[in-house]
């Protein structure tokens, strides 16, 4: 061989968006956009058991609105990816007929914000479990100032307390811890190559034994 | 249509290694690719073939993708500088295709040049001319055929006057009359126009005519490179060995049938079919498989080759007639369990059937014993990949992998869609090989196919459906199966309503941008409110005023049913939570039913209604490509944003048919009586890894279409704002402050502010 890398080459932080960049996140929001619209289907029966046993409860669960944050930004990782990706779910949940209308634009985008400046806070170099678990928390503490501010500004405080407290342990748990899974597992299947997390999350694929074998697929 | 020169291509001592790769996939490479000139690029797979294509065409990205060393030009400059000069034609047409409507997809690439708006009008009827699509310039995109598809992906590519076309195995996922189609597109433009022509495909015989030179790569070298006639005698046989089909050299064929077709496996009686979500085809089929044989189900698209294939397989109820197999009944009433143990099922595409974390999970599925699955991937030569995720097989081990798993539980029936397809002459010899042990081990093989050489080599009794639906028999192969013309006639998008105007309901148009606006102030407005009076207000005004937008009723339900089921749910949770006050009527643990909380919920509901029916009535029809050109335009919002959200919103219509196939695959695998939520999320990772490898496709060919070229974009559809735009807004905001006043006067407004 005439140039022999000795170790895989370093990729170098750009926070500049490429179009793969753009494509898949929008790719994810539209998705997660779809997820939430199912969710806004069924989301009050499926709760309504928690709210009996303890009301602000239902919002242990609330956080299947908030995935699309934690999972682009984690993703994508750059600057606005976070609030990009809370964005375009809203924006697609708003559109495809869900019961808030366009002010999803606004959950969304405070949402969004709360993961965003937990990444930003960062400095946007780290993606690992607990970076995630702390974005999730952030975009359920928007959820939080969102809901209590527009939704439930009559209640007691009691409730208050215990749907904030469900909200942002759900945000950790459901979008920060969840979305760093569906990362890795995505990771595994090979389908995030063309980004760091999916080069770094993926096990190296052994070469094949013999030289009749066939080659790893094209990039 | 006007053209521009031919272009050079170059590689200097071009070396390029991907991140997160030790080695490069293209090393110290030197080419030179006179402008004019046309070569067939050949290789196995994984020899940097598509690397060098996407390369030249300037997006294999930046230096936090991968390290390049040397130079790779076009004509004198670095590639990727000159925008347009080369035009990247890929193999799949779904990652190609980003609008709606055929003549706006070929107008996508010019506009993201920043060209000027008459020119590209101009040039859009030429490019469709030039590949022969003139008469579907309004159709749907996706419901042209694949032929369709990637011959509008050529115009879309010509509409940027390139001097170069690259072909990424443009025709792999195509069937017989698709390849034919492309290939005398392409050759008509290159010969007419003069323009360099670069071609990867493992099938030599189609792309030969063409060219007059080919090279050859092999782990990221050029191995030979000379007139196609030399370089094949030459190379010929170890090209073969990589999978490529030379001619002459055509892949090995299993040995003849040992034995005469034996006890009756499954048969059919006086049977129809319905595709998913269409109309029944009734087909009349009387079949018997035997044991020992194969059957091909043949005929063209459309004629329910796979829809037949699937109703045997019991995946799709019969719509009339019967299907008794093994002495069980009908397939389509056995469980998920009983079926995958029966029979075993290879879908088109292999991604769509995997449903483990590793091929070693993938082939133990269903409780096949260590020893059985051990001698699988020996056999398939998937043994150094058993730890790895089936989804990163290349598509060669992922087709032997699918028909591994559907071995694996030693099935009776084989029954296989398209087996073949885009599979080089290595994987599809090995898959002769595997279907002719099956049949000779006493089982039965049925298969929808377009492929009349595997038809032959493995001795199938050929069944061959007519595009009328009427089946006929023929015995044993060369049958008279004629390719027949598409009995598909896409569907065309309407004319946009801007160009109507006038005689479209105000509803359809509506600016977006209007439209988004007009249900958001007042729905603003009212989240800050908690009291009945403005709730009500807004939404009886609102009511009044839907039946002006003209869109008719039964729509107006069906969209807005999501937000009527909602809401009273809504409701009925703050009645007995909502803040008590007044008189309390019931008092049970933390549930406090009063005055103020019946209140309370009232004012729920109509607020739910208020925000959510309005917003759903004035975007009745939604349509992704003018919402695009009123963000990019009305809104100025930055063009690549919009525009991957564009596409991303066009592949949201691909993951309904996913769903399906992923659905139906899961029963055959055994997995269909498994839990609602295990399914359900089993079934979105599988979505969502089929959205981010689409994506990620798409992506690639968005930014050989120019998308984030820089200068500004042209924008070739106008998004005008008209004055009914003004007026509808306007609206929206007199019912915001009617509402309120009528709330404030009657002195029952309250605010969640103070």
Redo the contacts between chains.
Sequence with gaps: ??????????????P?????D??????????GG??M?LW??VY??VT?PL??A??GLQALMYAIWLFPAVLVGLVVRKPGAAL?GEL?AA??S??????????A??WGLVQGLGAEIVFAILLYRAWGLLPAILAGMGAGVGLVIMDL???Y????PE?MVVYAASAIVSGALIAGLGSWL?VR??A???????F?AG?EG??P?????AA???????? | MTTAPAAALGALGWSWTPAGRAAPVLVDLDLAIAPGERVLLLGASGSGKSTLLQAWAGVLGGADEGERQGALTVDDREAGAARGRVGLLLQDPDAQLVLARARDDVAFGPENLGEPVDEILAGVPRALEAVGLAALADADTRRLSGGQQQRLALAGVLAMRPGALLLDEPTAQLDPAGVHEVAAAVAALVVEHGLTLVVVEHRVDVWAPLVDRVVVLEAGRVVADGPVAAVLGEQGARLAQGGVRVPGRGPEHPPAPIAVPGDELLRATGLAVRPAGGEPIDLGLDLVVRAGEVVALTGANGAGKSTLLLTLAGLLPPAAGSIDALGAGEPAGWSSAELADRFGVVFQNPEHQFVAATVRDELALGGVDDSRVDALLDRLRLRHLADASPFSLSGGEQRRLSVATALAAAPAVLLLDEPSFGQDARTWAELAALLAAHRDAGGAVVMATHDRELVAALGAREVALSALGAARAVDRVDGGDTPVERPDTPGSIPVSPNERTGRTPLGERLNPVAAIAASLVPALLLVTTLDVVSAAVALALQLLLIPLLGIPIGTLLRRTAPVLIAAPIAAAAVVLYGRASGTVYAEFLLVRISDGSLELALATLLRILAIGIPAIALFARPDATRLGDALGQNLRLPGRFVLGGVAALRLLTVLRDDARLLERARRARGLGDRGRVRRALGLVFALLVLSIRRGSALAIGMEARGVGAPGPRTWVRPSPWRASDSVVVAVGIAISVVAVAAAVLTGEFTSVIG
């Design positions: 061989m005439v140039t022999t890398a000795a170790s895989p080459t370093r990729p170098r932080f750009s500049q968006w490429r179009v793969i753009i494509v898949v996140a929008s790719v994810l929001g539209v998705a779809l997820v619209t806004n289907l009050s029966p309504a709210e009996v303890l009301p990009y375009v924006a697609v708003a559109l495809l007929g869900g019961m808030w209308g366009w002010t634009l606004a501010t527009f939704y500004a009559g209640t007691r409730f569906l597992g995505l595994r299947t090979g389908a995030l190559s063309r760091a080069r993926a096990t694929i052994p070469a094949a034994p009749t074998e066939d080659a790893r697929s094209e990039a």
